[in-house]
């Protein structure tokens, strides 16, 4: 029975936040001059019918053609009856990457060489010169990366989310400046996409992401990376193998994520001319036009579910801005109760759980240590950390929407790394006492011998 009503109440969130979205203006983070660098991605969100939903003829427009319809507003989208009709199933697209587009492609959505973790990441990358902005990059790459056009009428941008700065490991030096923008399916069907190689989509329910009694309730695990590989020079391997005993290594909060890749289309011969291949795609068009209210998992696909039934983790930046969107679904009351508390992992710090957390973006994309110490002495460090965090929940309460003019995102990535920093310095410091302790007793043990 919760699952007839859970849908329904997913949706109504989703309202909420495409709507505070797009009437709330995003912090945006201007470049130094010292690193222009920035980047764009986009968060696609859709509605998936129910199965045996049952959909009216399509009638004759006006305008002559589908394609010279008026496209739904926000409100009128969300008043369709297939969008509010029990089942329904509002849903976000992640990318799994085999291989990341290099070091930042890594960074951008909290994946990388140093890690055996699938890349789970929101389409987007670099803003190339000749862009004409943060949203046009997002929608190039989209197109570049897995074939689909978000300038088609079936899309509409809603927003975008506050910037973010994406930095070295310990936060140190700025890399890139990274705008997320939402988007929105108006269609129920999704048009066929041509992702690049190694590239797979998948469509999860945000029911998954969401905590009870909304949603299933989002599984927490995390994603370990050796210390060494983000603190030490990479080509030093005997001060890689100290980092590694003296630090351990970082436990990154993630969310498990069910896999289910989206079919694509069978695998083209390298062979193959350019007529079978034009031939294939029109076929694939044409199957499109003929039976337009057909969900995508009825096109006859080759589907290819290369990485079997396993289950994907969402961590780092993208957990990060997938929080962000989240929060915005919180309804007012649980805003300003801390209803978004639910968002954070289970072994979050006890001093911030005990602080209504809003903002859970800004507390559950930060690693924990191996060792235990390391986590100690952070925590003693991290007065400015937790100070950032109160504020920006102060903010959030007092006038419904928080300071824009503070980059609280920033400031807890500077408060939190700092205590990181001084931490270990800490650490470092009493195991060298220890050991060197322990090397004079040795020494002096032996000689009394």
């Given at each position: 029975m ?29 470049s ?20 045996n939903?049952?959909?009216?003829a ?42 990341p ?7 951008m ?22 862009d ?20 088609e009428?079936?899309y509409?941008?809603i927003?975008?989310l ?6 070295t ?16 399916q ?12 190694g ?13 009870r009694p909304?949603g ?18 990479r ?27 989206y079919?694509s ?18 076929h ?12 995508e ?21 993208s ?13 007012p ?14 072994d ?5 759980r005990?602080?209504?957390v ?7 994309v930060?690693?924990?240590f ?28 007092a ?5 824009r ?41 032996l000689?009394r011998?």
């Amino acid at each position: 029975m919760a699952a007839n009503k859970e849908p329904s109440t997913v949706v109504a969130l989703l309202s909420r936040a495409l709507h505070r979205i797009r009437s709330t203006p995003p912090r945006i983070i201007a470049s130094p001059a010292t690193q222009p660098r920035r980047a764009a991605v986009a968060i696609i969100i859709r509605v998936s019918p129910p199965p045996n939903h049952v959909f009216p003829a399509p009638q004759p427009s006006e305008s002559g053609s589908p394609a010279n319809a008026p496209t739904l507003s926000l409100t009128e989208f969300f008043q369709q009856d297939w969008v509010n009709a029990p089942g329904a199933r509002p849903e976000i697209l992640f990318l799994r990457r085999d291989r990341p587009d290099g070091q930042d492609g890594g960074r951008m959505s909290g994946s990388g060489p140093n890690t055996r973790e699938a890349h789970v990441a929101f389409p987007g990358g670099k803003t190339e010169e000749g862009d004409e902005g943060g949203l046009y990059t997002a929608m190039r790459q989209t197109w570049e990366e897995i074939g689909l056009d978000l300038a088609e009428s079936s899309y509409t941008p809603i927003g975008q989310l506050d910037d973010r700065e994406i930095t070295t490991s310990l936060g140190k030096r700025l890399l890139m400046i990274l705008s997320p923008f939402v988007f929105l399916q108006l269609s129920p069907q999704t048009t066929p996409v041509d992702p690049s190689p190694g590239t797979t989509l998948h469509w999860v329910p945000l029911s998954a992401l969401l905590p009870r009694p909304v949603g299933d309730g989002p599984r927490w695990s995390t994603v370990s990376v050796d210390a060494s590989s983000r603190l030490a020079p990479r080509h030093s391997t005997v001060l890689r193998i100290l980092v590694r005993l003296l630090v351990g290594s970082m436990k990154f909060p993630a969310i498990l994520i069910p896999a289910s890749p989206y079919p694509s289309p069978s695998v083209i011969p390298e062979n193959a001319d350019e007529k079978s291949i034009d031939a294939k795609r029109a076929h694939v068009e044409a199957a499109g036009a003929a039976h337009p209210l057909k969900r995508e998992h009825s096109l006859n696909f080759g589907a290819r579910r290369p990485h079997g039934e396993e289950t994907l983790k969402l961590w780092g930046l993208s957990l990060g801005m997938t929080l962000d969107l989240l929060a915005h679904m919180a309804p007012p009351e649980a805003r300003r109760g801390g209803g978004s508390a639910a968002l954070l992992p289970p072994d979050a710090e006890a001093e911030l759980r005990r602080v209504p957390v809003v903002a859970p973006s800004l507390a559950s994309v930060f690693p924990r240590f191996g060792y235990p110490d390391v986590n100690f002495w952070i925590w003693v460090f991290g007065k400015r950390y937790r100070a950032v965090i109160r504020g920006w929940e102060a903010s959030v309460r007092a006038g419904g929407t928080n300071d824009r003019r503070i980059n609280w995102t920033g400031s807890a990535l500077t408060t939190f790394y700092a205590a990181v920093r001084k931490a270990l310095v800490v650490v470092i410091v009493v195991r060298a006492i220890f050991v060197l302790l322990g090397l004079i007793l040795g020494g002096w043990l032996l000689f009394r011998r």
